[in-house]
């Protein structure tokens, strides 16, 4: 059974990582290459796909290495509502996802590998629906995390294509004060899908 790291640990161990640690990077890659594996090997199950063991560690080895990018920009963003386990997991699958979808049709499955015969055209569509699926729960998630106002100035422009003046009328706000009560909403719903 995998140990569950308290919030605190996690914490103390993300600003170790921020502050440049050297140990910490070690420490953070010994605790949740597990994790990490994991959810790359059932993300790419559910495409049909069983990994080869070197596959893997390159997949995993992705994952990790745009946790560094941009001066770890995504672990910068991380917070601490969910656990960095649960937030692992979901940067794992995604990655995933985003590799299998971005070789597919390619002559090989990774650098090294011949395309895997599970990579057939209906797989491919498999596999977009899969991107798109995870990317909508995704959606939904941040979605209820958000203030009631935002979810109904988003829902109204994006889902039911409404124009600035039928939102205000709808909304009962007027037409000017929409475009920033928009952008606003947007800025939260972003922020929320860093961790959704």
């Not at 063991?53 to 290495?65: H, I, N, Q, S, T």
């Not at 990317?135 to 995390?145: I, P, Q, T």
């Not at 922020?191 to 959704?196: E, I, K, L, N």
């Amino acid at each position: 059974m995998a140990n569950v790291t308290p919030p605190d640990d996690e914490s103390r161990l993300l600003q170790a990582l921020l502050d440049r640690q050297r140990s910490a990077w070690v420490e953070f890659v010994r605790r949740y290459d597990g994790i990490v594996a994991a959810a790359v090997r059932r993300a790419a199950l559910q495409c049909g796909v069983e990994l080869r063991r070197a596959d893997l560690e390159d997949l995993c080895a992705e994952v990790f290495a745009g946790l560094l990018h941009d001066d770890m920009s995504a672990l910068r963003r991380f917070e601490s509502r969910c656990r960095l386990s649960t937030w692992l997991t979901i940067i794992a699958r995604r990655t995933c996802f985003k590799r299998l979808r971005a070789v597919c049709g390619r002559e090989g499955f990774l650098p090294h590998d011949p395309l895997p015969d599970a990579l057939l055209p209906q797989s491919i569509d498999l596999l977009e629906r899969m991107v798109a699926d995870e990317d909508r729960r995704s959606l939904e998630r941040a979605m209820r995390r958000l203030r009631e106002g935002d979810r109904a100035i988003l829902e109204l422009f994006f889902r039911e294509e409404l124009s600035y003046r039928q939102i205000g009328e709808r909304l009962g706000i007027s037409t000017n004060a929409v475009g920033p009560k928009l952008f606003r909403a947007q800025q939260r719903l972003k922020r929320a899908m860093q961790w959704a």
